[in-house]
């Protein structure tokens, strides 16, 4: 380890061991990405929360290293999301090879216009330390390092949070417990909940390397390559000049045999040739499942991110599904706690993070059924398609190195109102993410509300109550990315997520999509 | 089955020389050996499928076959 000085951020003695504290109105565990997200998106609504890590430092390992648009357009809320930017790498193309050939290249986002790109790569324990950075200085979140939750006790209308202090246990009492606590769950644990799903036996050998040569800026991803011919192998950079190089190991390998240092530079040896140098910065071999849990809310209890949900790692799905769940529960939490909407609210962050887990892990599979064929005649299919490849475009369509993390679809959603006006040939439908836009000299994204926002394409709106109004003009991208026309009207909620849609504006209709998207409908 | 059955799949003759495609399909696979068959195999039905187009079609076609597979095998 040499490029990331791992702090150890200080534990301070619970107010509650010595005396009882006060009720809280929100108890997340858990401090990885999800925790202290949700902990930032409570607190810009005036929602105080207590964070309880049973550690106290970041991230060990750059795991979840692609940070999606939507997570920085998100992290931007808060200010943390231009740090990220700076510090990380940003890409947007990528490249498939077979053997030692490119077959297909790839833009993410191949229209200019955006605040923020498809993807930075930034090491998981950057994007946690910024995080946490913002948590300390925010005085409505309570960050407790070595506080580990060793039991939960839910009632009817709140939750008793047993805590593991270096000073000994106390109890805690919250009106929500929100579990952020990953794959190994302890409140899942603690509460005995089943997480069903399918296990994948392929390893994997991850080798974080600081290298010393020319460093590619793009995603690559090779099949049978000439330097490790039986499988495939993934490759991506990340902050101050490490490579994240990925090999598939199979089924059989010897995962001690694999992580031992001569045998990782053997491999990176044939793959950067005789004159490259490195510094090892970590090494895993890891297996994966894709797992969801029944439901995500039980009673006072809600779960989010990894504890609720967990995909392979193969379109970055993972931690970016994770910021989209928090950003989904934040604003309905805060209306529930506010009693400005019914307690059922909280049932459609579970029906529509439910549905986007469910489309994330069918999309990981894919993936994973690609690249590591589970049969015969799968992996003949494969090797078709990429030998197709060269000659036929549609076949290098059909590749599939991962599918790369955008916005969910959460249609159906019982917030939505369903499209009134037929025509529309384009635009983000209700259900789908609002997509940004540039805005006279600034962005679209940065022109919504906290709340709600009513974006109206012409002039002569009347605000609508507990909205911002947003009226654009003559900016082209703006309107061919909403198929607007004179009087085009979109309702977008908090989480930045499309509610509703009108071809006019019409205060009533605006009111009344508002309380259906409340839960108040 | 019917051709009244309304469905995305074609299931009357379109083919003007029927049996010159159906020996063209055959004789391709001469002299492969079973792996080379199934690799041969499967580039033509991506082929074709794409240029099919019709999901509809291609899954009532996936289905057909698999069902004729289960109940007619000779």
Redesign the interface.
């Known amino acids: 380890m040499s490029t990331y000085e791992y702090r150890h951020y200080p534990y301070l003695r619970p107010a509650e061991l010595d005396g009882a504290g006060a009720r809280r109105p929100v108890v997340i565990v858990g401090a990885g990405l999800a925790g202290p997200t949700l902990a930032l998106a409570l607190a810009e609504r005036g929602v105080a929360s207590v964070i309880l890590d049973d550690d106290d430092t970041v991230s060990v390992g750059s795991r979840s290293i692609c940070q999606a648009k939507h997570s920085l357009e998100i992290w931007d809320r808060f200010g943390v999301a231009a740090r990220m930017v700076e510090k990380g790498i940003t890409w947007e193309e990528g490249e498939v090879y077979l053997r030692d050939k490119p077959v297909f290249r790839f833009n993410l986002q191949p229209e200019p216009g955006h605040k923020f790109p498809a993807f930075v790569n930034l090491q998981q324990y950057y994007v946690e330390e910024y995080l946490y950075d913002r948590c300390l200085a925010e005085k409505a979140i309570d960050l407790r390092f070595r506080n580990k939750v060793v039991g939960v006790a839910p009632y009817a209308d709140g939750v008793e949070v047993e805590v593991e202090t270096p000073d000994g246990r106390y109890m805690l009492e919250a009106d929500w417990l929100i579990a952020c606590d990953g794959v190994r769950s302890a409140v899942r644990h603690l509460l005995g909940l089943p997480f069903p799903g399918e296990v994948f036996n392929d390893q994997f050998l991850i080798a974080d390397i600081r290298l010393l040569n020319e460093l590619p800026k793009e995603r690559r991803f090779w099949f049978y390559p000439p330097f490790h011919p039986t499988n495939s192998v993934l490759l991506h950079r990340q902050a101050d000049d490490v490579l994240r190089v990925d090999f598939q190991l199979g089924r059989d390998a010897d995962a001690e045999e694999e992580k031992k240092p001569e045998n990782v530079d053997r491999r990176l040896r044939q793959m950067f040739g005789p004159d490259a140098r490195w510094e090892h910065e970590w090494t895993s071999v890891y297996t994966f499942t894709c797992r969801m849990m029944e439901r995500f809310v039980h009673g006072r209890v809600v779960f989010a991110g990894d504890a609720a949900h967990v995909v392979s790692p193969f379109g970055a799905r993972g931690g970016n599904a994770a910021i989209a769940d928090v950003d989904n529960l934040a604003w309905k939490l805060a209306l529930v706690l506010q009693k400005a909407a019914p307690a059922t609210l909280l049932g459609t962050y579970c029906g529509e993070r439910r549905a986007a887990a469910r489309e994330n892990i069918q999309n990981s599979t894919r993936s994973t059924d690609f690249i590591t064929p589970k049969f015969a005649a799968s992996r003949v299919f494969r090797d078709a398609t990429l030998a197709l490849a060269r000659d036929f475009p549609f076949a290098r369509a059909l590749i599939n190195s991962g599918r790369l993390s955008i916005p969910t679809v959460q249609a159906g959603s019982p917030l939505d109102t369903p499209d009134g006006d037929a025509d529309w040939a384009r635009g983000a439908a209700p259900g789908q993410a609002m997509v940004d836009a540039p805005i006279g000299d600034g962005w679209l994204i940065d022109r919504l509300g906290r709340d709600f926002t009513v974006l109206v394409f012409g002039k002569g709106a009347k605000p609508v109550p507990g909205a911002t109004l947003v009226e654009v003009g003559e900016e082209k991208l703006a309107r061919e990315r909403y198929d607007a026309r004179p009087g085009t009207t979109y309702l977008i909620r908090p989480d930045r997520y499309v509610a509703a849609r009108w071809r006019r504006f019409d205060p009533a209709a605006v009111e009344a999509a508002m309380k259906r998207a409340t839960g108040n409908g | 089955m019917a051709d009244t059955m309304t469905g995305a799949l074609r299931r009357t003759l379109n083919l003007a020389r029927p049996d010159d495609v159906y020996n063209a399909i055959v004789d391709a696979h001469k002299d492969l050996s079973d792996a080379q068959c199934?690799?041969f195999d499967?580039?033509l039905?991506?082929?074709l499928a794409?240029h099919v187009g019709d999901e509809a079609a291609i899954r009532e076609a996936l289905a057909a076959a698999r069902q004729s597979l289960e109940e007619r095998e000779p």
């Open positions: 199934r690799a499967a580039r039905i991506l082929l794409n």
